[in-house]
């Protein structure tokens, strides 16, 4: 029988000061028996930090990977040897020999976005459990074709949309749609004012037809979250935004970059949530903020690093309500080796849904449908800005 570690027990099984203790000496502190076998295909950012969290979350292991560029897999090996010495990591020629190994239980995507499509029908072959990066297509269009392959799909096919995990939208879930604390949800807000897009092989995202536009590409998170609270379907979904500072001077290959550095987005729903994104893309910190309206009441919660000399990331939440019930002022946080494993703390609890996925115990994980909406969002509001006019989705 598989059952998850508990949080104390994956924090203390990788804490080197108990390298002294021999393995018939560890309870508390002993790992967990992977039961689930993974390869990696694509080891660009995404790829090591999915590496990094599938050997701390536990349940699984990496066999080995596959990439195209030379210099993605010595990196990704070099990281692995550090964590095991004594272990060869796999590098696989293709992606069919990875995916043909009959030892390779499960496949974790995170190549460039433009190759999700062609990667999901090469893989999807195999009817391995499959974990797709984010956006899972750059068109509607793809994002359909990967939406039916999924649908009569033997195996898990699941959805890197882990900005739900992240802890003050897991509370925020919780308190809105869980207890309940605001009554109906009228409307939605979320901002994020962040750095420019970091360097790619081969610079892919400074590029809309490559990453599918920066509403497709990064934004998809938050028209998850949209989509999330709203709970129904979008109707109208109105944009505007500008390439107004980054990479205005950039070329790739004499290429220009064509890339939105901000934006404004207004979603209206069929059941009449309203809902309004704000992004800015050269700030000198990571700040995200979420509002939510309901009729009994208001929660906001918001997340920053700064670069400043402060200790990890400063979260906070609060809800007030009409209800009866009492307001409340939070910092929710996970420990911190958690939060440095990337995206502070929520690809950990992505893969937490992954392998309980895979082993059929209970799951919030992303679905393809609802991976499928969010690029919907995002595809309608690059639209919008083109057009200069509201798109009817």
Not at 102 to 107: H, L, W
Not at 184 to 207: A, C, G, M, Y
Not at 226 to 250: C, E, H, M, W
Not at 302 to 330: C, I, W, Y
């Amino acid at each position: 029988m598989n059952t998850e570690p508990s949080m104390i027990q994956r924090l203390f099984s990788h804490n080197l000061r108990m390298g002294y203790l021999s393995e018939k000496n560890k309870y508390l502190t002993k790992k967990p028996v992977p039961s689930v076998t993974c390869v990696i295909i694509g080891l660009g950012v995404n790829g090591q930090e999915h590496l990094m969290n599938t050997v701390f979350e536990g349940r699984a292991s990496i066999k080995g990977i596959y990439d195209t560029e030379p210099l993605s897999v010595a990196a990704t090996q070099k990281s692995f040897k550090k964590l095991f010495p004594d272990k060869e990591l796999v590098v696989y020629d293709s992606i069919h020999s990875a995916c043909s190994d009959p030892q390779v239980d499960a496949v974790i995507i995170s190549t460039p976005n433009y190759t999700h499509i062609d990667v999901v029908r090469e893989v999807a072959k195999y009817k391995k459990h499959i974990l797709l990066e984010k956006p899972m297509a750059t068109t509607v269009k793809d994002a359909w074709e990967i939406m039916k392959i999924a649908e009569s799909y033997p195996s898990v096919f699941q959805i890197g949309l882990q900005y739900r995990y992240k802890s003050i939208y897991t509370e925020a879930i919780h308190e809105a749609k869980e207890r309940r604390s605001i009554g109906d949800i009228k409307t939605i807000s979320i901002s994020e004012h962040r750095i420019p897009f970091l360097d790619k092989v081969n610079q892919w995202n400074k590029f809309s037809k490559y990453s599918g536009g920066t509403l497709v590409e990064k934004c998809c998170h938050y028209f998850d979250l949209f989509n999330l609270f709203a709970d129904s379907r979008p109707k109208t979904i109105f944009a505007s935004g500008s390439q107004a500072v980054n990479y205005k001077d950039f070329r790739y290959e004499g290429a220009p970059s064509d890339i939105l550095d901000n934006a404004t987005v207004i979603v209206e729903y069929e059941n009449g949530v309203r809902a309004n994104f704000n992004l800015c893309m050269f700030a000198p910190m990571f700040y995200e903020e979420l509002v939510l309206c309901g009729d009994q009441g208001r929660l906001s919660a918001h997340e920053k690093q700064d670069f400043l000399s402060s200790e990890g990331t400063q979260s906070h939440m609060e809800v007030h309500t009409s209800s009866g019930l009492p307001a409340r002022n939070m910092t929710p946080r996970y420990p911190f080796e958690i939060e440095s494993l990337g995206h502070n703390g929520a690809t950990f609890f992505e893969h937490i849904q992954f392998i309980n996925n895979i082993l059929n115990l209970p799951t919030n994980a992303a679905t393809v449908f609802e991976g499928f909406w969010a690029v919907v969002v995002g595809a309608a509001a690059q639209e919008s800005i083109v057009r200069r006019e509201p798109v009817q989705v």
